[in-house]
């Protein structure tokens, strides 16, 4: 019985409309960059954005999801990098399709729609002979649906222990982390059928590509605690996952993903822009009737593609460290098996519009971002180019200090990581040179990373820890500071409890609540809590699902659970915060009017001190633009405008032009927030915001932008300040400027004239000082040759001098090594509480002692750094008592070399 054949559009499309038809909401993949997650590097699970539903910290207007998610597996804990290209299902990049139960529905359902959807006629209509499931070895309620209720027969359902090598450590039991959620899981498989190596799961051919995983149901049903033990969830939930690459791959009949649709269209595209014949390639599959067998660099280039411009799209650019730094690879691994392929020039940045072209109608944000994605990308492989270059000429002085004819393994390692050096490039070079690589040396540095990349995926976060307050609060803090509450619950050193006293530091729920709960960059509200028994001092406020918690210390008395209080906020602090975070607004519109619409919020903090904001841009914003931006907005702050909000449905604001961001969490209803002068039918700024905010513009007094820099690649930072702390800046140049005037006998408005006119003079004596420096450091030299001995037959200096800094102990030592040939020369330069040190080895020498030798040890001994070349190194150091005695038995030790 043959499976019917379905694109990779039309699976998702009926996965998505499938689980609506049965009450599941279709939720829109999240961001490739976790929102609030500092576990995780990359969103790699359809869960990933629903972690804090399962966690009961969440709630949403709906109880079942359902949702095609993004996913990158690429470094990390869960990294497929090294695997793709080579295999059948490895992948930088997937889509996870997913429906989701949130204390509603349970294992029951959740196997019957799974198998409805598989084998369902109007569905995928899969035969069901050949689907096989797993379930935990001790879930004999999983196992009685499957077989009697679903109607398998038990020979097609396999018990699954703990194969891991501990308890409920097994590939069919899920936990979220050491401590909190986890479960039992049932999985299931496809047979590709007996033409194709490989066992069922739980057999030693487990690993073969016959019997394929396609779903996973996990059913969350227990609490781990710190002691190991399980507790029944009160809520149980269910979090399922299906590869649309891998159910593609069996609706269309063939084995590997990288046969399907989508990655056929992406390969023929690589292949055209790489300009590769792959017509004998086709003739062959085509005469043999067998899949065509694309090479696997190919392969890599379309699979990079997909997680390249996804990542990129999402606000990851290519940096040395974090997100940015697996990019880069990921970039430079394609690049490299593009270049193996035949490729010139640059290319990879051309497989954007391939990409669209496949996926762009269910990924609107990769047309979105295309300038700026393709820019990044060409970018990218320019820099590439130059590494390649550099990484060349390091090889080339570590060839030339080889002993031997083997090039050792931590030498090719830091080439491959540091530079991005292919290893089969160095394994080329050295065999021109009749030297080969040290593969095994290589291979252990590898697996030292990898470790470091796992290590660096393990996050020992206890879920239990994470207070799960059960019911809402009301928040009755937009138009008053001051209002009335009663103590719902109380948390000391995170366990409930039903009193505080004096001295106590603890959590305090209220049913309603004037303070405003860190939200969307906005600091939490601090202030008092008081009643006829005790008095609480609020120093922050944060969620905690629907209830807002507030953080402090009981300053007198005692508190009790159910008491009233009245709950009072720091009006001062809640005012100039407000300002901020109105002007934070009116600042990302002049932004993008200023820079252009490409520019993406990245990050924001609303303090009542200043305003930051984080933005996408991959230039520095220069003074002039600043300046515009100042003045747009306080353009908009002088036009004393109202600042209204209103609630609208998401299509509404939509319609109404509110700006959202890309992988932001929106409910069905939200607040709009509209501020600044109308044009064009709109308000100068239109975003979704639940914050605190002034009335009017005017409001916020005056705008003044306090700094600008990078903080990440393609990341740039504003700092500013509002009201009387802008005024007080304003105040503090005018005094600066009024005593620069003073010190220099100006008029207020000579003050740019004197300054350049100074500049001008100090620019002029600073060359004469170097000239002046210049004759007395030729000077100097000359007097130092009477300080030349030899030691072990080598002319050698060695010497101290005084009152020298770096730059004039380098032009020191270049006037005595004029005058000084075939000789090592070391010199210390004392200047204040530093010292200088620089030494040189006439090439003659250098088989048996190098320079960077020299500072190394002179620098270790005194407690500073230093390294260099063999000819020629330079450190520093603290002044000390060891300077003399040291530089003293310097002679010894060259001698002994």
């Known amino acids: 019985m043959s499976t019917r054949f379905m694109?990779?559009?039309?699976?998702?499309?009926?996965?998505?409309?499938?689980?609506?038809?049965?009450?599941?909401?279709?939720?829109?993949?999240?961001?490739?960059?976790?929102?609030?997650?500092?576990?995780?590097?990359?969103?790699?699970?359809?869960?990933?954005?629903?972690?804090?539903?399962?966690?009961?910290?969440?709630?949403?207007?709906?109880?079942?999801?359902?949702?095609?998610?993004?996913?990158?597996?690429?470094?990390?804990?869960?990294?497929?990098?090294?695997?793709?290209?080579?295999?059948?299902?490895?992948?930088?990049?997937?889509?996870?399709l997913g429906n989701f139960s949130f204390g509603d529905y349970f294992k029951r359902d959740a196997i019957k729609f799974a198998w409805e959807f598989l084998t369902g006629d109007k569905w995928l209509a899969l035969p069901k002979d050949k689907l096989y499931v797993t379930v935990y070895h001790t879930d004999d309620e999983a196992f009685d649906i499957w077989h009697k209720e679903v109607g398998l027969d038990a020979s097609r359902i396999i018990r699954i222990g703990d194969n891991k090598g501990e308890?409920?450590?097994?590939?069919?039991?899920?936990?979220?982390?050491?401590?909190?959620?986890?479960?039992?899981?049932?999985?299931?498989?496809?047979?590709?059928?007996?033409?194709?190596?490989?066992?069922?799961?739980?057999?030693?051919?487990?690993?073969?590509?016959?019997?394929?995983?396609?779903?996973?149901?996990?059913?969350?049903?227990?609490?781990?605690?710190?002691?190991?033990?399980?507790?029944?969830?009160?809520?149980?939930?269910?979090?399922?996952g299906m590869g649309l690459e891998r159910i593609s791959a069996v609706l269309q009949h063939v084995n590997s993903n990288y046969e399907i649709d989508l990655f056929q269209n992406l390969l023929k595209a690589a292949a055209k822009i790489i300009d590769l014949d792959i017509t004998e390639i086709e003739a062959t599959a085509k005469a043999t009737n067998k899949p065509i067998e694309y090479p696997a660099s190919l392969k890599v280039v379309a699979d990079h593609a997909r997680s390249c411009c996804f990542l990129i799209a999402d606000g990851v650019n290519p940096s040395n460290e974090g997100r940015g730094y697996v990019l880069r690879r990921i970039i430079r691994r394609a690049v490299r098996h593009g270049n193996k392929l035949g490729a010139t020039g640059t290319f990879f940045y051309k497989m954007l519009q391939p990409l669209i072209d496949v996926m762009g109608v269910a990924y609107p944000e990769l047309e979105a971002q295309k300038l700026r994605i393709e820019t990044a990308l060409l970018k990218e492989e320019e820099q590439f180019a130059k590494t390649l270059e550099q990484g060349l000429k390091l090889l080339e002085g570590e060839l030339a200090q080889l002993k031997g004819t083997i090039i050792p393994g931590a030498t090719v390692f830091k080439l491959y990581d540091t530079y991005g050096f292919p290893t089969d490039l160095t394994a080329d070079i050295a065999r021109e040179r009749d030297l080969t690589i040290d593969e095994a040396g290589f291979e252990v540095e590898m697996a030292a990373q990898r470790q470091r990349a796992r290590d660096a995926g393990k996050f020992a976060i206890d879920y239990n820890s994470i207070i799960n307050v059960e019911g809402d609060t009301q928040f009755d803090g937009y138009d008053s500071t001051q209002g009335q509450g009663q103590i719902i619950a109380i948390y000391k050193d995170g366990v409930q409890v039903n009193e505080i006293v004096e001295g106590d530091e603890a959590l305090i729920v209220l049913n309603q609540t004037p303070f405003y709960a860190e939200s969307g960059g906005q600091i939490g509200d601090t202030g008092i809590f008081k009643n006829d028994t005790g008095i609480f001092e609020v120093q922050d406020t944060k969620k905690s699902g629907g209830a807002f918690v507030h953080q402090g210390i009981v300053t007198m008395g005692n508190l009790i659970t159910t008491q009233n209080v009245t709950a009072i906020v720091k009006a001062d602090i809640r005012d100039a915060t407000a300002r901020n975070h109105s002007a934070t607004h009116l600042l990302h519109s002049a932004l993008r009017q200023v820079l252009g619409s490409h520019v993406q919020q990245k990050g924001s903090l609303v303090a009542s001190e200043l305003l930051r904001f984080d933005f996408a841009n991959d230039q520095p914003v220069t003074f002039e633009q600043l300046q515009e931006i100042e003045r747009l907005v306080n353009q908009e702050v002088i036009a004393n405008t109202i600042v209204s909000t209103e609630l609208l449905n998401i299509d509404a604001a939509k319609e109404k032009g509110a700006m959202m961001l890309f992988g932001e969490k929106y409910g069905n209803e939200v607040r709009v927030l509209s501020m600044g002068s109308v044009q064009d039918e709109q308000n100068f700024s239109i975003e979704l915001c639940g914050g605190i905010h002034v009335k009017r513009t005017g409001d916020i007094g005056l705008f003044k932008i306090t700094s600008e820099g990078g903080v990440a690649a393609g990341v740039r930072r504003i700092e500013a300040i509002t009201g009387e702390k802008a005024l007080d800046v304003v105040q503090k140049i005018d005094r600066d400027i009024y005593t620069m005037n003073d010190l220099l006998k100006a008029q207020k408005d000579q003050t740019l004239e004197k300054v350049e006119a100074l500049a001008s003079t100090a620019s002029?004596?600073?060359?004469?000082?170097?000239?002046?420096?210049?004759?007395?450091?030729?000077?100097?030299?000359?007097?130092?040759?009477?300080?030349?001995?030899?030691?072990?037959?080598?002319?050698?200096?060695?010497?101290?001098?005084?009152?020298?800094?770096?730059?004039?102990?380098?032009?020191?030592?270049?006037?005595?090594?004029?005058?000084?040939?075939?000789a090592i020369i070391v010199i210390a330069g004392v200047e204040g509480d530093k010292v200088s040190l620089i030494a040189s080895v006439a090439n003659d020498f250098i088989a048996s002692i190098k320079a960077g030798d020299i500072i190394k040890y002179l620098a270790q001994e005194l407690g500073g750094k230093g390294g260099g070349k063999p000819d020629l190194a330079q450190g520093g150091a603290p002044l000390n008592e060891k300077l003399q005695p040291i530089m003293a038995s310097l002679p010894a030790w060259l001698e002994a070399k």
């Open 764 to 822: 002029s004596l600073q060359k004469q000082i170097e000239q002046l420096n210049q004759k007395l450091a030729n000077f100097q030299a000359t007097e130092l040759l009477n300080q030349v001995q030899s030691l072990a037959g080598r002319s050698t200096l060695i010497t101290v001098v005084q009152n020298v800094d770096a730059k004039s102990l380098r032009n020191l030592h270049d006037g005595v090594k004029s005058k000084l040939n075939h």
């Open 167 to 240: 308890k409920y450590a097994s590939d069919n039991f899920w936990a979220m982390g050491d401590t909190g959620p986890c479960g039992p899981c049932s999985e299931i498989f496809y047979d590709h059928g007996d033409h194709i190596w490989g066992g069922l799961p739980g057999s030693p051919e487990e690993d073969g590509d016959r019997f394929i995983e396609i779903w996973n149901n996990v059913f969350m049903q227990f609490n781990r605690t710190a002691d190991g033990v399980l507790h029944p969830l009160p809520a149980p939930s269910v979090d399922t």
């Open 7 to 96: 694109t990779s559009a039309e699976i998702r499309e009926a996965f998505l409309s499938y689980f609506e038809s049965q009450g599941h909401t279709r939720v829109a993949s999240s961001s490739l960059v976790p929102a609030n997650d500092p576990t995780l590097l990359f969103t790699n699970a359809g869960m990933n954005q629903f972690k804090d539903c399962f966690l009961g910290l969440e709630k949403r207007d709906y109880v079942r999801a359902t949702s095609s998610q993004k996913c990158v597996r690429a470094g990390g804990k869960h990294n497929d990098l090294d695997n793709v290209g080579y295999t059948a299902r490895h992948h930088t990049f997937f889509e996870m």
